[in-house]
Every structure is written in structure tokens, then in C-alpha cells.
């Protein structure tokens, strides 16, 4: 059996446009809605704020999950839809129906988890440019916008590698090396300063250090370069423009590890997409939950590591490895559960064992 193949036959592009289209219109209402109604005006997120708008993703999140399941449970005993679902291996389609619910919802605690290590770098961004409270949502959003565009096209181009098991065994090596090396890196704070796209931004783009309101780019007075004295207008970026590329940057860097992790779990583009974006457009809210807590996770970074590595040597390992009642897959029941026990156990070690610097200032 073919299951790098076969899984992708359960959402054929050709047959499933329409929901690739409703469900990328359904996501541009809620982030018209986020930032055209909740978050029109400019304000410092509280605790309370953040903890709420969390749940309230997290709930759209499972919900899907839900609809997804139902769905699939309705359309694939069809009898236009069986030959392909028993072809990509599953005994019934109730059972292919589960499989994909929970596909969905591994894919999107995979992302969620991955994603908290990033929400620091977000911190140390902010707080180098001197980016006030009040205005980090604003760049968080259009930072959504940008990750949004270039995990799509990380997945397109996933979902054409990943076909070759070359490519999944180079993709699950590359997971267990940076797994690996998460784990044993010594803690180093990051310096934005040394950042070669900063250097590049300051060659390219005139920058001011001083903030305009809620612009990114604001047009100033300059002397003419060819000596006339005369001044004239020019586009400069502002720190949140600064912000903003440096944040699409680390994105991207975040995508190259996360988007593997997730074809990991399933072949199957239109889930990788889904659970991708619904862990996205929880990231702001997550970013302001968790942005003072870096030290207090301070053993996240090992439960990360684990999980890469699992995940890793799920897409390295050879199907005659696993017991034959395994069907050559690691049970996605059991995948969910060891993610979510390394990351929750990461992070209840880490306030039962605190940091003893963090200790000692209290």
C-alpha cells in the first residue's frame, strides 16, 4: 500500500476546491471582523482580553474539527466516495472518518506547540524597536496576513515533495536534527541587532527610529542627493514597519520546521492547510498570553525538541518496523496523546522546577 499516495485521494483538489475557497473566505471575515470591529482601536491587550480571544480560537478550532468529522462520516460511505477511501487503507469509512478528525486535531496541536517558541522571538522584536503595547496587535495582524500567504505556499510545495519518500525520509532527518538540537542548544538571548535582514533593511530602505502612530512607512523630507540642497519627500519605514518584516522573517524560519512536522502527521494538503491556519490566527492572542512567561516555561524548549524528534522518526521509520495490527502507521490516537503529554509535562516541570535565577530575584 501506497499511504503517501493513497491519503491524498480522500480530498482531491479537482473535487474539493470549493471548500478550499469558502474556508479561505470564511477566515478573511473573521480577521475583517477582528480587526475591523474587536480590535478597531488601538489598545494594550490585557491578560483577561488575551485568555478569552485564546479559548474563543481554540473553540472555532475544535468546532471544525467536529464539522470536519461529521462530514466526512456523511460523504464517505457514499458510493461515489467508498472505492477511493477503502483505497487509501481504511477498513470503513467510519474509520477514515475519525482518522481524519484527528489528523486535523494532531496537525493542530503539532502547529499550536510549535508556535510557542516563537511567540519569545515576537518578544524580543518588540521589545528591541520599543514597539508600546498598544501597537504590537496591529503588527501581529498584518503579520498574520503574511504567514498566512507563505504557509500556503510552503504547503503546495510540501504536498508535491512529499510524494517521494526520499524527500519525507530528507524531511524526517531534518526534524530529528533540529529536535536534537533545540534540546542541547545553550540558551542564548536573541540580538535583533545582528539580524542580516536588519542589515538588509537599513541598505534598501531609509528607516527613522521614531514612531508615526499606526504607520508603517511615512513619507519625510531628505536632501536631494544630487547636491541641489533642495528637499524633497521620500517613504521612510517606521519601527513598526521594521517589526513587522522582522516578524514575516521569523515566520518563515518557523514554517521550515513546522510545516514538515505536520505532513508528519497527515499527507493530506487541505488538513495541513486547515490546521495550519486556525493554529495562525491564534497566535496573536497566544503571543499575548504567554509573552511574559518565557521564564517560567523555561523547559518548554525540551518538550519541542521531543516532539520534532518523535515526529521525525514517525516519517523516518520504516513501515515493516511498526506491528502488523498497526497497519503501518503509527496510531494517531496515540501520536496526540505523546504530543500533548510532552508539551503539557514540559510546562508543569518548568513551574514545579523553576529557573534558580528567576527564583533568586524573588
Not at 473535487?15 to 488601538?42: C, I, M, P, Q, S
Not at 481504511?90 to 494532531?106: G, H, I, K, M, S
Not at 503529554?341 to 527564583?359: C, E, R, T
Request: proline share 5%; with cysteine.
Amino acid at each position: 500500500m501506497n499511504t503517501l499516495l493513497a491519503e491524498s485521494l480522500l480530498f482531491p483538489f479537482a473535487e474539493y476546491w470549493a471548500f478550499y475557497a469558502g474556508f479561505t473566505a470564511f477566515v478573511f471575515v473573521l480577521l475583517a471582523l477582528d480587526l475591523g470591529v474587536f480590535h478597531r482601536k488601538a489598545h494594550a491587550v490585557s491578560m483577561k482580553e488575551a485568555t478569552a480571544w485564546t479559548g474563543i480560537w481554540m473553540t472555532l478550532a475544535v468546532v471544525f474539527c467536529g464539522l470536519l468529522w461529521w462530514y466526512c462520516d456523511y460523504r464517505f460511505p457514499q458510493p461515489d466516495r467508498v472505492d477511493s477511501v477503502l483505497a487509501a487503507g481504511y477498513d470503513t469509512p467510519a474509520q477514515a472518518a475519525r482518522e481524519v478528525a484527528l489528523q486535523f486535531l494532531t496537525g493542530y496541536v503539532v502547529e499550536q506547540s510549535l508556535s510557542v517558541d516563537n511567540m519569545f522571538v515576537f518578544v524580543v522584536i518588540f521589545g528591541f524597536f520599543s514597539i508600546p503595547a498598544t501597537l504590537q496587535h496591529r503588527v501581529l495582524f498584518y503579520g498574520i496576513l503574511g504567514a498566512l500567504a507563505f504557509r500556503a505556499v510552503f504547503i503546495a510545495i510540501g504536498a508535491a515533495l512529499i510524494q517521494y519518500k526520499v524527500v519525507v525520509i530528507v524531511f524526517g532527518a531534518f526534524l530529528i536534527f533540529t529536535g536534537i538540537k533545540i534540546i542541547f542548544a545553550p540558551e542564548r538571548e536573541a540580538d535583533p541587532e545582528k539580524n542580516p535582514i536588519l542589515k538588509l533593511l537599513r541598505r534598501w530602505i531609509p528607516l527613522t527610529p521614531k514612531l508615526h502612530g499606526q504607520q508603517f512607512l511615512v513619507k519625510e523630507q531628505a536632501l536631494d542627493p544630487h547636491g541641489t540642497g533642495v528637499k524633497a519627500l521620500r517613504w521612510v519605514g517606521t519601527p513598526l514597519f521594521v517589526a513587522l518584516c522582522m516578524i514575516e522573517v521569523s515566520d518563515i524560519v518557523f514554517a521550515v520546521d513546522s510545516v514538515p512536522a505536520i505532513f508528519a502527521v497527515t499527507k493530506e494538503p487541505f488538513i495541513v492547510f486547515t490546521s495550519n491556519v486556525f493554529a495562525i490566527l491564534g497566535l496573536r492572542s497566544l503571543y499575548f498570553l504567554l509573552a511574559g512567561a518565557h521564564d517560567k516555561f523555561h523547559m518548554l524548549k525540551y518538550g519541542l525538541g521531543i516532539v520534532l524528534v518523535f515526529v521525525g522518526v514517525k516519517m523516518t521509520m520504516p513501515e515493516s518496523w511498526y506491528p502488523t495490527s498497526w497497519d503501518g502507521h503509527f496510531p494517531m490516537g496515540w501520536s496526540l496523546a505523546f504530543i500533548v503529554g510532552v508539551i503539557g509535562g514540559s510546562m508543569v516541570l518548568s513551574v514545579v522546577f523553576p529557573k534558580k535565577h528567576a527564583a533568586a530575584t524573588h
